[in-house]
Nanobody, 122 residues
Framework: HVQLVESGGGSVQAGGSLRLSCVATGSGISTFYMGWFRQAPEKEREGVAFIDTGGATNYAYSAAGRFTISKDSAANVLYLQMNGLKPEDSAMYYC????????????????WGQGTQVTVSA
């Protein structure tokens, strides 16, 4: 089992940057497939960025070129660097982990954090 706690959300103007962190406890993240997901009000949860156990990454089209997912396995922390933020990026952001490679498909992930809110104003 692993417990996940996100932080780093906040309110920024369009074009700004934020770095989200997800601290894991209970198990080392090096053996988990992990991702960042988001959910805006009245919208379905969607995958944003994914990193596998070897460090390979994959991004949603909306995030590619602006967001960077990374991890520090020694510190047991997952990151999401978000640059060039747009109002449509406003959402609750969640990190998730699983023993299986689920990619950006949020359904099926076993472990979730409580989320951190990101609000981008025009």
């Amino acid at each position: 089992h692993v417990q996940l706690v996100e932080s780093g959300g906040g309110s920024v103007q369009a074009g700004g940057s934020l770095r989200l962190s997800c601290v894991a406890t209970g198990s080392g993240i090096s053996t988990f497939y992990m991702g960042w997901f988001r959910q805006a009000p009245e919208k379905e949860r969607e995958g944003v960025a994914f990193i596998d156990t070897g460090g390979a990454t994959n991004y949603a089209y909306s995030a590619a070129g602006r967001f960077t997912i990374s991890k520090d396995s020694a510190a047991n922390v997952l990151y999401l660097q978000m640059n060039g933020l747009k109002p449509e990026d406003s959402a609750m952001y969640y990190c998730a982990a699983d023993r299986y490679n689920l990619g950006l498909a949020w359904r099926g992930y076993s472990y979730w954090g409580q989320g951190t809110q990101v609000t981008v104003s025009a």
